[in-house]
């Protein structure tokens, strides 16, 4: 029987999600100050890349490299790698485009859409509550993406409407993530899902060059970046790299339900960093709407515990292992 290498230690659970939280914001905040330099696919290519050998080092020290390289569902984890890469390929785009909060807040709306991705493709049922807060979430996802739905005539108007779209639709294929993760896991060792991401990420980040020869746009064209851009987007290869291993840690010594709502704590990076780094200031759109997005959210993580505890104590009791 495997060992169980759990342990209740929530302090460090959240300290590690809370770490893994402002990584990844900074993280963004890099491919963001890189956006006008890189294209998107080029910067996913190189986060992608240089997260794998960190991710491969854990798993070593983990003695789980081995899992990590057997996948049973080999073409799972490429249909998870189209929907990630794609995701945060646009993701990339949009932080060339947005302030860097708002981008934040529209992806609030990825656990939204999971919710109804979850009824649609796995047959879950959802009642009213979830649906109020799947309501109340999408309303403050337009609050916040409703001032760039009125494309003006200038350039950066029309640049971003297209950059909210982008996130937008980033959030909708991060929660079919979601839930094709959830299948996944049935089949596959989660040292193998972290790490054929990356490397599926990888690949079809590098696919996007050839696109450069037929479609002479800057979104698609790969360049060859000063020095210092090159150093900055290994930087945040190895960053991602980090923030991924704290995020999956901080699930060893903590339950999903009590560290979920620390996700959240994402906007308060966002605007940090984003109003020290960019002289971003979130409007208030923005903050209601993240508001709303964030208060449907937490209410879909408190029916999903009370959804666990009624399931658990419905379970009848089961005899220890090994006994008749």
Same mark, same amino acid.
């Given at each position: 029987?495997?060992?169980?290498?759990?342990?209740?230690?929530?302090?460090?659970?959240?300290a590690?999600?809370l770490?893994?939280?402002f990584?990844?914001?900074?993280?963004?905040?890099?491919?963001?100050?890189?956006?006008?330099?890189?294209?998107?696919?080029?910067?996913v290519?190189?986060?992608?890349?240089f997260?794998?050998?960190?991710?491969?080092?854990?798993?070593?020290?983990?003695?789980?490299?081995?899992?990590?390289?057997?996948p049973?569902?080999?073409?799972g984890?490429?249909?998870?790698?189209v929907?990630?890469t794609?995701?945060?390929?646009l993701?990339?785009?949009g932080?060339?485009?947005?302030?860097l909060?708002?981008?934040?807040?529209?992806?609030?709306?990825?656990?939204?859409?999971?919710?109804?991705?979850?009824a649609l493709f796995?047959?879950?049922?959802i009642?009213?509550?979830?649906?109020?807060a799947?309501?109340?979430g999408?309303?403050?996802?337009?609050?916040?993406?409703?001032?760039?739905?009125?494309?003006?005539?200038?350039?950066?108007?029309?640049?971003a409407t297209?950059?909210?779209?982008?996130?937008?639709?980033?959030?909708?294929?991060?929660?079919?993530?979601?839930?094709?993760?959830?299948?996944?896991?049935?089949?596959?060792h989660t040292?193998?899902?972290?790490?054929y991401?990356s490397?599926?990420?990888?690949?079809?980040?590098?696919l996007?060059?050839?696109?450069?020869?037929?479609?002479?746009?800057?979104?698609?064209?790969?360049?060859?970046?000063?020095q210092?851009?090159?150093?900055w987007? /290994?930087? !945040?290869g %190895? *960053? $991602?790299g980090?923030a991924?291993?704290? &995020?999956?840690?901080?699930?060893?010594?903590? @339950? +999903?339900s009590m560290?979920a709502?620390?996700d959240?704590?994402?906007m /308060?990076? !966002?605007a %940090? *960093? $984003?109003?020290?780094a960019?002289?971003? &200031?979130?409007t208030?759109?923005?903050?209601? @709407? +993240?508001?709303?997005?964030?208060?449907?959210?937490?209410?879909?993580?408190?029916?999903e515990h009370?959804?666990g505890?009624?399931?658990?104590?419905?379970?009848?009791?089961?005899?220890?292992?090994?006994?008749?």
């Amino acid at each position: 029987m495997a060992q169980d290498l759990t342990e209740h230690r929530p302090g460090r659970a959240i300290a590690l999600k809370l770490c893994a939280v402002f990584l990844f914001m900074v993280m963004a905040a890099i491919i963001k100050s890189v956006s006008g330099q890189v294209p998107p696919g080029q910067a996913v290519f190189f986060r992608s890349l240089f997260a794998i050998p960190v991710i491969a080092l854990w798993l070593a020290q983990r003695g789980q490299l081995r899992a990590g390289l057997i996948p049973s569902n080999l073409m799972g984890h490429v249909w998870r790698g189209v929907f990630g890469t794609s995701a945060m390929a646009l993701t990339f785009a949009g932080l060339g485009l947005l302030p860097l909060p708002e981008v934040t807040a529209i992806g609030y709306a990825t656990p939204l859409f999971a919710v109804i991705f979850a009824a649609l493709f796995l047959g879950e049922r959802i009642r009213l509550i979830r649906i109020s807060a799947v309501a109340l979430g999408l309303v403050g996802v337009m609050i916040v993406i409703a001032p760039r739905l009125s494309v003006g005539a200038d350039e950066i108007s029309r640049a971003a409407t297209l950059g909210a779209v982008m996130v937008l639709v980033a959030s909708i294929l991060r929660a079919l993530v979601q839930i094709h993760v959830r299948r996944l896991v049935q089949t596959d060792h989660t040292a193998a899902i972290v790490f054929y991401f990356s490397v599926t990420a990888s690949c079809l980040a590098l696919l996007s060059a050839p696109l450069g020869w037929v479609i002479d746009h800057p979104s698609f064209v790969w360049v060859w970046p000063a020095q210092s851009v090159i150093l900055w987007l /290994i930087t !945040a290869g %190895l *960053i $991602g790299g980090v923030a991924q291993i704290m &995020v999956t840690s901080s699930y060893r010594f903590g @339950g +999903a339900s009590m560290l979920a709502p620390f996700d959240y704590a994402s906007m /308060i990076f !966002a605007a %940090l *960093i $984003g109003y020290l780094a960019f002289n971003e &200031v979130p409007t208030g759109p923005i903050l209601l @709407g +993240a508001s709303l997005v964030i208060a449907g959210g937490i209410l879909i993580i408190w029916r999903e515990h009370q959804l666990g505890v009624d399931r658990s104590k419905s379970k009848p009791n089961q005899s220890p292992p090994g006994t008749p």
